[in-house]
T-cell receptor, first 115, second 111 residues
Framework: EPEVTQTPSHQVTQMGQEVILRCVPI?????FYWYRQILGQKVEFLVS????????KSEIFDDQFSVERPDGSNFTLKIRSTKLEDSAMYFC?????????????FGPGTRLLVL | GQSLEQPSEVTAVEGAIVQINCTYQ??????LSWYQQHDGGAPTFLSY????GLEETGRFSSFLSRSDSYGYLLLQELQMKDSASYFC????????????FGTGTRLTVIP
């Protein structure tokens, strides 16, 4: 069964450093998402991406964050200058279409720890 | 804006039935979804309700009452592997693709 993959599974970085989290969505999916989950809390939406541009973003997704689809398979989230509060699990998700009953498929996540 | 309320924890016995409730307040309503998340794992889609009533998928069923802004997930014949967190989620708005998740309910199944 097709699945969303993410690398790395764990990332430790120093505050102020840049990190890039990578995702390979399911191949025939057109909509891509990044969510984050701080330990013990709910899943929070960051950004959605369609047709090579951001379609929606939350208040969390400030100027420190950016997303890119550098080629036909990868979808990346960059955090330019990490802060302690960026420590969380970051999930990539994808869906074939949008809206209604469309299921979003989540990757296994990247656990980011900022020291 | 949106808010979804769920009980924080539920404990049930193996083989029993458990109901996890979700009440929501949204500026528009575009369906209620349920996701399961095991510790350290990714959210996994379970079910979706757009209309009032019960949707059944194997041991799991989900119910929606739009007039009451309320839904629930029903798990039958509980198994130990059902121990996980369960999140209800709504679409954030008209034309929105992103999901807004509830606070999550941690289900513990005991022997």
């Amino acid at each position: 069964e097709p699945e969303v993959t993410q690398t790395p599974s764990h990332q430790v970085t120093q505050m102020g450093q840049e990190v890039i989290l990578r995702c390979v969505p399911i191949s025939n999916h057109l909509y891509f998402y990044w969510y984050r989950q701080i330990l013990g809390q709910k899943v929070e939406f960051l950004v959605s991406f369609y047709n090579n541009e951001i379609s929606e973003k939350s208040e969390i997704f400030d100027d420190q964050f950016s997303v890119e689809r550098p080629d036909g398979s990868n979808f990346t989230l960059k955090i330019r200058s990490t802060k302690l509060e960026d420590s969380a699990m970051y999930f990539c998700a994808s869906s074939e279409t949008s809206g209604g009953q469309e299921t979003q498929y989540f990757g296994p996540g990247t656990r980011l720890l900022v020291l | 804006g949106q808010s979804l309320e769920q009980p924080s924890e539920v404990t049930a016995v193996e083989g029993a039935i458990v109901q996890i409730n979700c009440t929501y307040q949204t500026s528009g309503f575009y369906g209620l979804s349920w996701y399961q998340q095991h510790d350290g794992g990714a959210p996994t889609f379970l079910s979706y309700n757009a209309l009032d009533g019960l949707e059944e998928t194997g041991r799991f069923s989900s119910f929606l009452s739009r007039s009451d802004s309320y839904g629930y997930l029903l798990l039958q014949e509980l198994q130990m592997k059902d121990s996980a967190s369960y999140f209800c989620a709504v679409r954030a708005g008209a034309g929105a693709n992103n999901l807004f998740f509830g606070t999550g309910t941690r289900l513990t199944v005991i022997p």
